[in-house]
């Protein structure tokens, strides 16, 4: 498989738009002879009202790739490759398997670098003395209500 990480470990969010179109250029084209999203969506598990449904979308591998993946804990880049096997496109993986895996590899870094945000926020607090101990009833020209 792969060296340093298993495929059946990353999300399908790992896989970018590049990934995601030339999906949809193997698998949107109604085809006679080779599986097309049809056969992958039955094997993700939609039912057929869900797949007709999908026919009048314009890229509908890109809607079930969004759909497997928010209604399907399980969604895995592994699992949609053995979904490909599986309905006889072993053609897709072997083209795309470089991508895909250039993509999960760029996942794995992003997950490994710390995060953006520090880890306490304090710009609530005040940073200049004379902005302590203001209250609602204080008047900015030094005047007194009372």
């Keep these: 498989m ?4 298993d495929l059946w470990d990353i999300p399908l969010r790992a896989l ?5 179109k030339r999906l949809g250029l193997f ?4 085809n006679t002879v ?3 999203w049809m056969s992958v969506a039955e094997h993700m598990g939609f039912s057929y009202l869900e797949i007709k449904n999908y026919e009048d979308c314009q890229d509908p591998t890109r809607r079930i790739l969004e759909d ?7 969604a895995k880049v592994g699992k949609l490759l053995s979904i490909l096997e599986n309905v006889e496109r072993k053609d897709v993986v072997a083209d795309l398997r470089d991508l895909i895996e250039e993509d999960c590899r760029r996942y794995i870094e992003r997950q490994n670098e710390p995060p ?3 880890p306490e926020v304090d710009s609530c607090v005040p940073r200049t003395p004379e902005r ?5 009833e204080d ?3 030094g005047n007194t209500t009372k």
Excluded: H, K
């Excluded at 792969?2 to 990480?5: D, E, I, L, W, Y």
């Excluded at 497997?68 to 399980?74: K, V």
């Excluded at 302590?132 to 609602?136: A, K, N, P, R, V």
């Design 116 to 118: 953006v945000q520090v």
């Design 68 to 74: 497997w993946q928010a209604r399907c804990p399980g």
């Design 139 to 141: 008047d900015p020209e």
């Design 2 to 5: 792969s060296a340093g990480f």
């Design 34 to 36: 080779a599986s097309d």
């Design 132 to 136: 302590q101990g203001i209250t609602l």
């Design 27 to 30: 698998l949107n084209p109604r």
């Design 16 to 20: 970018n738009i590049n990934v995601r």
